[in-house]
T-cell receptor, first 116, second 112 residues
Framework: NAGVTQTPKFQVLKTGQSMTLQCAQDMNHEYMSWYRQDPGMGLRLIHYSVGAGITDQGEVPNGYNVSRSTTEDFPLRLLSAAPSQTSVYFC???????????????FGDGTRLSIL | DAKTTQPNSMESNEEEPVHLPCNHSTISGTDYIHWYRQLPSQGPEYVIHGLTSNVNNRMASLAIAEDRKSSTLILHRATLRDAAVYYCILRDVRGSQGNLIFGKGTKLSVKP
């Protein structure tokens, strides 16, 4: 079972370059999200989506854009990469969330991004 | 969101039980207690969750204090593969998004 697939696994960028981190899930999950993890830290939420066409900001959204045109895909775009965006990025998905829902989130294996 | 407090690190011997504590003194009545773990170079993995009663699954057990101000994740027989960072997270089920708020977690080392 594929679950949550993130590509690429590693990427090195120069300051000012743009790129898109890809995330795809094959579980028909409505909820998808992006987190970043810096060394020695827990994960911090960047953006999330509760369904196709709906996105919202998390704790650290600046410098990142997202869109959700399909249920399966939730790409994260860096418009102009900065060294402060060097991090490991994780995508997650879960089935429909709502009041009293406790569906566990499923995470990908991450994209390790370095900005020089 | 209510906060959790966990020790930074713990050590265990292989094949022995491990008790990972979590304090959450400001927990509200609608907060569920979730545990995730993150193996080296992998994304977090759901372990278990509960509200008031103790819970068991194939991975672990969750013991919740009667006043719900603390909980303990129990690994019954630690293996080398259980070496990971364990996160205790409170999740308010009234929220429609249910986003996870991660702290720094407890880094568990398992010695052979």
């Amino acid at each position: 079972n594929a679950g949550v697939t993130q590509t690429p696994k590693f990427q090195v960028l120069k300051t000012g370059q743009s790129m898109t981190l890809q995330c795809a899930q094959d579980m028909n999950h409505e909820y998808m999200s992006w987190y970043r993890q810096d060394p020695g830290m827990g994960l911090r939420l960047i953006h999330y989506s509760v369904g196709a066409g709906i996105t919202d900001q998390g704790e650290v959204p600046n410098g990142y854009n997202v869109s959700r045109s399909t249920t399966e895909d939730f790409p994260l775009r860096l418009l102009s990469a900065a060294p402060s965006q060097t991090s490991v990025y994780f995508c997650a998905s879960s089935s429909r969330l709502g009041p009293y829902s406790n569906q566990p989130q499923h995470f990908g294996d991450g994209t390790r991004l370095s900005i020089l | 969101d209510a906060k959790t407090t966990q020790p930074n690190s713990m050590e265990s011997n292989e094949e022995e039980p491990v008790h990972l504590p979590c304090n959450h003194s400001t927990i509200s009545g609608t907060d569920y207690i979730h545990w995730y773990r993150q193996l080296p170079s992998q994304g977090p993995e759901y372990v278990i969750h509960g509200l008031t009663s103790n819970v068991n699954n194939r991975m672990a057990s969750l013991a919740i204090a009667e006043d719900r101000k603390s909980s303990t994740l129990i690994l019954h027989r630690a293996t080398l593969r259980d070496a990971a960072v364990y996160y205790c997270i409170l999740r308010d089920v009234r929220g429609s998004q249910g986003n996870l708020i991660f702290g720094k977690g407890t880094k568990l080392s398992v010695k052979p």
